[in-house]
């Protein structure tokens, strides 16, 4: 997925922790950078929160109506790897 288009309505929140220095986060980060701009234009209403801590491991959790959240693991992922795990999560509402 490229994100391209906007995401469905039942997504109610992106949430994406990483840590701000750790080569484990390295992906993650460089997701950031290169996508949260596209993200948030085709979305605006849409929640979309970085979390950067010392240490933290890199997850993206995102909220659906009715309160169900899901999560996956992204640490040592490359940038590709991060954009699909995230294009898969919020696919699977």
């Given at each position: ?28 980060r460089q997701f950031i ?29 995102a909220r659906f109506e ?28």
């Open positions: 997925m490229s994100f391209t288009k906007a995401f469905s309505p039942a997504l109610r929140e992106l949430r994406i922790l990483c840590s701000q220095t750790g080569p484990q986060s390295a992906g993650t950078l290169n996508r949260y701009a596209a993200i948030k234009d085709l979305n605006p209403d849409l929640p979309v929160l970085i979390r950067e801590a010392n240490g933290t491991p890199a997850r993206v959790f009715r309160g169900v959240e899901k999560h996956a693991e992204l640490e040592n992922l490359s940038v590709s790897e991060v954009e699909s795990k995230v294009a898969q999560l919020i696919g699977s509402s």
